[in-house]
Nanobody, 117 residues
Framework: QVQLVESGGGLVQPGGSLRLSCAASRIIENINYMGWYRQAPGKQRELVARVFSGGGTNYADSVKGRFTISRNSAKNTIHLQMLSLKPEDTAVYYC???????????WGRGTQVTVSS
């Protein structure tokens, strides 16, 4: 069984930055995409950003220009650089790795990001 472990969350002031990381417990083959989702209290989980095996990316409109997703395919790690953070970015951020043959893929347990003054 694969485990995904997120790190890098925390409390930051508006306008600040954080870098999230996600590491897999073992190499995952045939990855379709790797991504980050988030869930704020009382809201549904939403896509933040993902990177596909071919290198393409897509981002939620709310984070375009502020967040950047990157990956290290050899190590099955992904990162999310978050700049110009806003209070509405406050949420639990989850890592997701989806192989081609495994539906929703693997999920991490999440890391809390709180943006507050």
């Amino acid at each position: 069984q694969v485990q995904l472990v997120e790190s890098g969350g925390g409390l930051v002031q508006p306008g600040g930055s954080l870098r999230l990381s996600c590491a897999a417990s073992r190499i995952i083959e045939n990855i379709n995409y790797m991504g980050w989702y988030r869930q704020a209290p009382g809201k549904q989980r939403e896509l933040v950003a993902r990177v596909f095996s071919g290198g393409g990316t897509n981002y939620a409109d709310s984070v375009k220009g502020r967040f950047t997703i990157s990956r290290n395919s050899a190590k099955n790690t992904i990162h999310l650089q978050m700049l110009s953070l806003k209070p509405e970015d406050t949420a639990v951020y989850y890592c997701n790795v989806v192989p081609f043959a495994l539906g929703n893929g693997y999920w991490g347990r999440g890391t809390q990001v709180t943006v507050s003054s």
